[in-house]
């Protein structure tokens, strides 16, 4: 058994580390790995990016499963790219990876398919007075998020009003995020606990693994911006199972079926980001098509065995 790591974070050190434990005998590659990695895997010196050189790496080793960590590559095609040349891959095509790649596309899924989330508009760039009388009348706090990728980074939970008009000036008018924040969705503030639900999926059916909660907060005391994610912990004291079946039938499954209605089935790893209100409902804010950074590095260590056959099984549709 042949199997390719893409990344080279926390993240895709957890993977490796979780697949050794399963695979000891397996070869193992990480494209381009860390110093952490080295002792479990191959690090082949290609970017995660570098679809050209990762395409041929998996022809030259004969890799039987590809695990795509991070969502740029997701999101420019790596999957397709390597299915095209007929290689199993663990990770959604271009399309379906829009679920991440465009939160304006994000919310669209979820309002068709009736999941719980919050309010929300979407406005363009051409829309900026639009965007701007809409906050006008909007309750206070309001998050303005850039609809593209944007490391993490692209939510700005505004305090008020006037805060939310900088943030959508920012992005609309003085490009802030580049193409990132060309569209912009105003969203609701939501009260509640964080969760991150993870679940594999072959777009069908799906897994959940435990829950995790991430702080993203830059700074102590939950100050400061938001970053791609500070620290995680896994298992979360108020995930029970029963919220988490829940999750999964009210969130994640009517969602797969949705994207699959779109002719854009998703597989791979499906992260949900939710918010649980104060009556106990579980609403999206965000979806990943990814493992969750750091979240993985707290939830494989509670996985038992398995992975790496979940991960193929989701990988060849089974
Ligand atoms: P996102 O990039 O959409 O995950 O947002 C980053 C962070 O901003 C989340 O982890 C939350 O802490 C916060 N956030 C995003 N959307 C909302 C919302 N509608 N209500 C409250 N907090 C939010
Ligand atoms: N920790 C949040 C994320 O992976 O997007």
Known sequence: MKIL???????????????????????????????????LANNLPIGSEDLDRITR????????????????????GLADRLRDAGRAVFGPTAA??????????????????GVPAAGSRTFVASELK?????????????????SGLAAGKGAIVCADREEARRALNAMLRD????EAGQTVVVESFLEGEELSVLGITNGRDLIILPAAQDHKRLLDKDRGPNTGGMGAYSPVSFATPA????????????????MARRGVSFSGLLYAGIIVDPSGTPNVIEFNCRFGDPETQAILPLVSKGLADALGAAARGE
Request: aromatic content about 4%.
């Open 5 to 39: 790591i893409v990344g080279g974070g926390g993240r895709e050190h957890a993977l490796c580390w979780a697949l050794r434990r399963d695979l000891p005998s397996a070869d193992l590659f990480c494209a381009p790995g860390n110093p952490g990695t080295a002792p």
């Open 96 to 113: 379906a990876a829009q679920i991440e790649a465009s939160k304006a596309f994000a919310k669209e899924v979820l309002l068709s398919a």
């Open 175 to 178: 490009g802030a995020f580049g």
């Open 130 to 146: 639009m965007a701007l009388a809409y906050v006008d009348r909007h309750a206070e706090p309001l998050v303005v998020k850039a």
């Open 243 to 258: 919220l988490l079946q829940r999750i999964k039938t009210e969130v994640m499954l009517p969602t797969l079926k949705e």
């Open 57 to 76: 790496a998996v022809q030259a080793h004969d890799i039987g499963l590809t695990v795509i960590g991070p969502e740029a590559p997701l999101a420019r």
